[in-house]
């Protein structure tokens, strides 16, 4: 079994930053990828930053590439999402989440998140 806790979410303005946390609990050895998604009323739950722990490459999506850093820290168990010049568009919960498998397709790897955490609401104003 496998819990995630994430912290961390606030409102600030907008410009500011925020860093988000996801703890790790329980069977976490061998988790092949962790990221983060996001999603706001009314839209669909995506995916805002992935880390695959084969080699720590990390894919970061379009909209955030160069504000927002995905990292983990593995002593403490603890996934991380700094985010940097934040925008109104950058309202909504995010959750952390990570997968038993990878699944490949043309595009690239892709995380098959099956855990979750409860969300964090970020609300940039």
């Known amino acids: 079994h496998v819990q995630l806790v994430e912290s961390g979410g606030g409102s600030v303005l907008a410009g500011g930053s925020l860093r988000l946390s996801c703890t790790f609990l329980?069977?976490?050895?061998?988790?092949?990828?962790m990221g983060w998604l996001h999603q706001a009323p009314g839209k669909s739950r995506d995916e805002v930053a992935v880390l695959f722990t084969d080699g720590t490459r990390t894919y970061v999506s379009d909209f955030a590439r160069g504000r927002f850093t995905i990292s983990r820290d593995q002593a403490k168990n603890t996934l991380y999402l700094q985010m940097d010049n934040l925008k109104p568009t950058d309202t909504a919960m995010y959750f952390c989440?990570?997968?038993?498998?990878?699944?490949?397709?043309?595009?690239?790897?892709?995380?098959?998140?099956?855990?979750w955490g409860q969300g964090t609401q970020v609300t940039v104003s």
């Open positions: 989440a990570t997968a038993d498998y990878v699944d490949y397709d043309p595009s690239g790897p892709q995380c098959v998140y099956n855990y």
């Open positions: 329980g069977n976490i050895t061998n988790r092949p990828c």
